[in-house]
């Protein structure tokens, strides 16, 4: 069920969205970053192969609820709404959401994107973030596919802010220093997040996969990962 075997090891299926940098996007037709550095060591300490498919967010899910999806790595927050559709590891990398937007827009606080045009990723916590202040169904939010064409909306102003995950939107400013973007965040607004591996209910992977996870911040190669990434 979890796959064919390659050699004496048992290859999973893993469905990302990779235009979420630094933890996955494309780079010369390959799925690279954080999540796929740390799935690679924490697999391999597991036992397991992983193939990486850049699957898109809701074919992700999609996938992993149908089985066709052993796991989803795409810095998935766990939420007590996707805890009672999926199993997470171990959380290994935490979070908080913040607003991008362009030099000028004024924004001091969550409260601020009140009145303006907001783009968010279709059904991530930047969505739900992004709710909490101006209400669901809002008709000032606009959900994209992907973070790449939220930024893209951003960039071409068809939005006034964009409401995401604070690595990703720094990322963001750090790789287009010419944009003019600037980001807050507000953690009286938005509460603290943690990713997890994500996997079908009732996988034995998630046992296996948390003792690796284990081993890798206990070895130094969590570290390591996390330097690469994030204080290179
Ligand atoms: N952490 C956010 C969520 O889980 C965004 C993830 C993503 O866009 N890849 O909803």
Redesign the pocket.
């Known amino acids: 069920k979890d796959g064919q075997k390659s050699g004496d090891k048992k290859v999973l299926n893993v469905g990302t969205?990779a235009t979420?940098i630094p933890?996955e996007f494309m780079e010369k037709g390959e799925v690279t970053g954080f999540d796929v550095d740390l799935l690679n060591a924490v697999a391999e300490e597991a036992g397991y192969e992983v193939k990486i498919e850049n699957t898109g967010?809701d074919a992700m899910l999609a996938g992993l609820q149908g089985g066709q999806i052993d796991i989803g790595m795409?810095?998935?927050?766990m939420t007590d709404e996707r805890k009672k559709t999926y199993d997470f590891s171990k959380p290994y990398f935490e979070?908080i959401g913040m607003i991008a937007f362009k030099e000028g827009a004024d924004i001091k606080s969550a409260e601020d994107i009140k009145g303006k045009k907001i783009g968010v990723?279709n059904?991530?916590?930047?969505q739900f973030n992004a709710e909490e202040v101006v209400g669901e169904n809002s008709p000032d939010i606009s959900k994209y596919e992907s973070?790449a064409l939220m930024f893209q909306a951003l960039q071409s102003d068809n939005v006034d802010v964009v409401v995401?995950?604070k690595a990703v939107a720094e990322a963001y400013k750090k790789k287009y220093p010419d944009s003019n973007i600037q980001t807050i965040t507000d953690d009286k607004a938005f509460a603290i997040?943690h990713?997890g591996i994500a996997f079908q209910k009732g996988s034995e992977l998630k046992a296996e996969f948390d003792q690796a996870l284990d081993t890798i911040l206990d070895n130094g190669k969590y570290a390591e990962i996390y330097k690469k990434w994030f204080d290179g």
């Open positions: 969205e979420f933890f967010w795409a810095g998935i927050t979070s990723q059904g991530t916590t930047g973070a995401t995950d997040e990713y």
